[in-house]
């Protein structure tokens, strides 16, 4: 009996195996230190440019040229979630859910009808809300791991008061367009020549009218070349230093380059500017306590013992000060009963800017989820700032922050890429 049951078995192998070759769903194209890069990956990445690009009008360079770009953009992507892995870093369901209903109210859209965009634009919800996730580790990644090699020092910001004050606090906006032909982290001279021989010949090629998108796309070692290069609005001083003092003065669709960095040679676009804008400061003076969610303390147990706290503090049986000392995990703010001081409410966390914002003085709000864990947010006062020397000082030192953290985040960026074991597999191996 045993043996006709085993050749039973054996007779529906074969013959399952001769109805069937085995289909090669995916395969590893990149090994990347303790990581892989997928073939689908690549495969779903170049597709979401192409989709861009014919929704912006935007012509591409050769696939090749498409399929190295997104190799490269997605080794990065994944040094960094490997790197957040073991640094623990982790975004839960309710916080990732909270962050796209932020997203959908800032473009006034219902949920329902960011769903039907997001499946329009020929993805599916669970893949957006994944790379959404994806986009708020590798945001605490960098956050984490470039802000200390930050430094501002006292003249800096003084110089750049000297500066806004000259410019009676109207800046100028850029919208620029960049391509970096890199070299590597310590250059021989034969390096260098050919990196300024290439950017020489790309500039050409724009001069000549060329397409700088289509450029950036094919020939740029920038983290933006994706995007053609378009490296966005930025305020001139919060902009990297050796753009700052290329672009000043320059006017639309001006060419500049190349520049020379220890990344390599720049060269920039003006692909735009817009002009003087004078914005009136609201500045708001609030406190919270924050509770995050850990292996032991679940989102609904935080949830539920800032509920607590405020039902305590609005009858009367406890002060807010005091459970901020005793429970908050902001040690800057909890030492002075979760105050926060005067600032302007953008500074915040969009999350809780917009929970501010909302707020009546000295209300307190329900418990608010951001990337940092859950808030009870209590607005003290608001004032329209004028321009007093503290403001000046603030708003100083965040737009060298700014610029500062965009810099240091490409040099980061370059190092754990260079010192990354990168393996990238042949086609025809796989």
Known sequence: MKLIVVS?????????????????????????????????????????????????NQTLPSDRALRTQAIERLIVDSLQTQMAERMGIQISDPQLDQTIANIAQNDKMTLAELREKIAAEGMTYEVYREEIRKELIVGEVRRANVRRRIYITPQEVNNLIKLIDEQGGQQAEYRLGHI??????????????????TADKVLELLNSGSEFAKIATASSSAANALEGGDMGWMNINSMPTL???????????????????????????????????????????????????????????????????????????????????????????????GELGWADPNVYVPEFRDTLNALE??????????????????????????????????KAYQLLYQRKFSEETDAWLREIRATAYIDVIPKKER
């Open 8 to 56: 039973l078995f054996v007779a529906v192998l074969f013959s399952t195996s001769a109805k069937a070759a085995p289909e090669m769903l995916d395969s590893v194209a990149v090994i990347v230190d303790q990581g892989v890069v997928l073939e689908s990956q690549i495969e779903e990445l170049v597709a979401t440019v192409k989709r861009n690009a014919i929704q912006n």
């Open 180 to 197: 970096l032909i890199a070299f590597p982290n310590e250059p021989s001279d034969d390096d260098v020549a050919k990196a300024r021989d």
């Open 243 to 337: 753009f700052a003092e290329a672009v000043q003065n320059r006017s639309k669709d001006e060419l500049i380059g190349p520049i020379r960095s220890g990344a390599g040679f720049h060269i920039l676009k003006v692909i735009d500017t817009r002009g003087i804008e004078k914005v009136e400061v609201v500045e708001m003076n609030s406190r919270h306590i924050l509770i995050k969610p850990s292996v032991i303390l679940s989102d609904e147990k935080a949830v539920q013992m800032l509920k607590e706290f405020r039902a305590k503090i609005l009858a009367g049986e406890a002060d807010f000060a005091t459970l901020a000392k005793e429970h908050s995990a902001d040690p800057g703010s909890a030492l002075k009963g």
């Open 361 to 394: 003085v000295n209300e307190i709000s329900q418990p608010v989820r951001s990337v940092h864990g859950w808030h009870l947010m209590q607005l003290l006062d608001k004032r329209v700032g004028d321009a007093t020397e503290k403001l000046k000082e603030d």
